[in-house]
């Protein structure tokens, strides 16, 4: 828990909050070994291709969801980052490409998302988690029918409101190309903020708010 508190820094100036990746054993060591080199290219690629055999109706999804994240600004190509920026990046001792794929839903306000799977590639295995500081659910229900007033509120893409410090951009690359095509080499992106699915970034929010 002291790890996941030290990697988030809030900006009140910028009325920002940012955050590193709290890793709990070196990364590079541990990556390479498990990986045997110093990335894990063509695993997260071969679980991309797999993407790219979806039927067309989940790819034209799959592109919306995909140009809305980069409008957001969730999500931004290598290229187009600032150059120091992307020398840190190609200078890493070890480059980190998030394995991801899509999840359809039937309810909700989002039908679909793209899902990381950090725990495939051990990434997880080396960041720390933290506490469990979730309020229980019956706890909340009980205090709420003994207060005269209740209220509820919701943060809109919560973990993706806390920015990523570009010393972390190098384990969070991101594999993409709009046209999907299986036999084109896909383009890299960089998730520069926090993700569902990564170990801390529950906690991270949670200490944020």
């Not at 940012?18 to 894990?40: A, I, M, Q, R, W």
């Not at 931004?76 to 070890?94: A, R």
């Not at 988690?129 to 509120?153: A, H, P, V």
Request: glycine content about 4%; charged content about 25%.
């Amino acid at each position: 828990q002291e790890a996941i508190e030290k990697s988030v820094t809030i900006n009140l100036k910028e009325e920002s909050v940012y955050v590193d990746l709290p890793f709990t054993k070196d990364p590079t060591k541990f990556l390479t070994t498990k990986h045997g080199t110093n990335n894990n290219y063509h695993q997260s690629l071969k679980v991309y291709i797999s993407q790219c055999k979806l039927p067309e109706s989940q790819k034209e999804g799959l592109r919306t969801v995909m140009t809305d994240l980069q409008q957001r600004g969730f999500l931004k190509k290598l290229s187009d980052l600032p150059t120091e920026h992307q020398n840190m990046i190609k200078e890493s001792s070890f480059q980190h490409y998030m394995p991801w794929r899509t999840v359809g839903r039937k309810t909700g306000t989002t039908k679909l998302r793209v899902v990381v799977d950090p725990s495939m590639s051990g990434l997880n295995l080396i960041l720390a988690k933290g506490e469990n500081r979730i309020k229980k659910l019956t706890d909340i229900l009980l205090r709420s029918r003994i207060k005269k007033y209740s209220w509820s509120s919701d943060i809109t893409k919560l973990y993706n409101c806390l920015k990523l410090n570009p010393s972390s951009y190098a384990f969070q690359m991101f594999m993409y190309h709009d046209e999907l095509n299986p036999d084109k080499p896909p383009e890299i992106y960089i998730l520069v903020v926090a993700w569902y699915g990564v170990s801390p970034s529950s906690n991270q929010a949670i200490f944020a708010l």
